[in-house]
Structures are given as C-alpha cells and as structure tokens.
C-alpha cells in the first residue's frame, strides 16, 4: 500500500474553507485516494473517495492533479464541530486492508 | 438503518487472560474488518471477513483471533492478555468486498492492567 504523508495539525477559524493536502508518491494505477475523519471516542467515518481530477460531495472536495502524488481535501466554511482527525488513505481497489496514516488534526477556532 | 454496534464498549482486563469482543454489522453487509488504534501506533489493520472466511490478515501474533458468523456478526478474541494490547479496537462492514467506503462502529475500548 502506498504511503500517505499528511501535516500533523492545523488551525482554521470558522467559516473559513479549510485545505488538508496528502503526499501519496507512490502511488500505483489501481489505487484510489480516500478520506477520512474521526472524532474522539469514535470510529473513522468515510468524507470522499476519488481518483483523479476533483470530485464534490454534500460535506467535501477532492482535488486530485494529474500525476496523483498528491491530493488536496477542501472542507468549505467550517465549523466548530468539524475539528476532528481527518485521515489520507490510498487504497488499492479490492483491497479491504486500509492503512492509515498519522492522520492531520484539525482545530477549529471560534 | 441501525450503524455497526460493538459489545462492550468498555473492558478491563488483566494481563494473561483472554477477551471476546463482538461486532454487529449493517444490516445486509457481509464483509467485517477489524482494526487496532492506539495513540503510538495509530490505526492499524487486524483482520477482514467475508461469508465467514478470513481474507486478509493485518501483521499480528497468533494471539489475536477471529470468526464471522452466518448472520454476517463477527468476534474477534484476544488471548493471553499484554498490556501493549490496551487499545481501541474498531470494527468495520461494508456492503461489499470491492469497495474502499467501510462504515466503523464506535469502538471497545480495551484497557489491559
């Protein structure tokens, strides 16, 4: 599985969109770059999948550039209740084993 | 629909015994995975069951074990207890094999003294 690289934290004020960027290098063909985010005392809960390009959801984007070493999620107007870990993933599709990374914590400041 | 639930949610154990925990999927999902979170080692991969069979297994001893039921629920058993087994473990269904949206449940947290 390909290693995710993400910022250990970040800061945003509330109502401002907020970016998390994840290094993937080496990632391979078949592999699809997934979210995730957990709050304290739960389970990860599935943002958004992709594979390239962008893809939009009710909650996120995921902007995904050609050479796919990378990927960017968007959380547009935040707010408090999304300060939480937020997880890259790169997953090879058919593969149920997902790895996590460190994961980026996100704090979000009235 | 009702989300994944785990049994129990908390658990204190000593060291050398054994522990069962249990996972209940979303109703229709077939496969099950269970994964470890713990704040040095941070999420890791234990095992995934599909129609009852082991598919994939994470880089775990022998001590850590599983099973799935025909109704899809699924145990994970834990024996003879070490204090770096403290730790949150997490269950995970999906609907299927193919796909890389799983649905967690909250977790049982395991403390080992």
């Known amino acids: 599985l390909a290693k995710t690289t993400q910022p250990i934290s970040m800061d945003s004020y509330e109502g401002q969109e907020v970016n998390i960027t994840c290094s993937h290098n080496?990632?391979?063909?078949?592999?699809?770059i997934t979210w995730y985010q957990q709050f304290p005392s739960q389970g990860p809960r599935f943002i958004i999948q992709?594979?390239?390009t962008k893809v939009t959801n009710e909650v996120a984007s995921l902007f995904i550039p050609a050479d796919r070493k990378s990927s960017t999620l968007s959380l547009p107007r935040v707010s408090l209740s999304d300060t939480a870990v937020y997880y890259c993933?790169?997953?090879?599709?058919?593969?149920?084993?997902?790895?996590f990374g460190t994961g980026t914590r996100l704090t979000i400041i009235p | 629909k009702a989300g994944v639930t785990q049994t129990p949610r908390y658990l204190i154990k000593t060291r050398g015994q054994q522990v069962t925990l249990s996972c209940s999927p979303i109703?229709?999902?077939?496969?099950v995975s269970w994964y470890q979170q713990t704040p040095g080692q941070g999420l890791q991969f234990l095992f995934e069951?599909?129609?009852?069979?082991?598919?994939n297994k994470g880089n775990f001893p022998g001590r850590f074990s599983g099973r799935q039921f025909s109704n899809s629920r699924s145990e994970m058993n834990v024996s003879t207890l070490e204090l770096g087994d403290s730790a949150l473990y997490l269950c995970?269904?999906?609907?299927?094999?193919?796909?890389?949206?799983?649905?967690f449940g909250p977790g049982t947290r395991l403390t080992v003294t």
């Open positions: 080496n990632i391979a063909t078949n592999d699809y």
């Open positions: 069951y599909f129609s009852e069979t082991q598919r």
């Open positions: 993933l790169v997953i090879t599709f058919g593969n149920e084993k997902l790895t």
């Open positions: 992709g594979y390239k």
């Open positions: 995970a269904s999906s609907l299927k094999r193919d796909t890389y949206e799983q649905y």
């Open positions: 109703s229709g999902h077939r496969s």
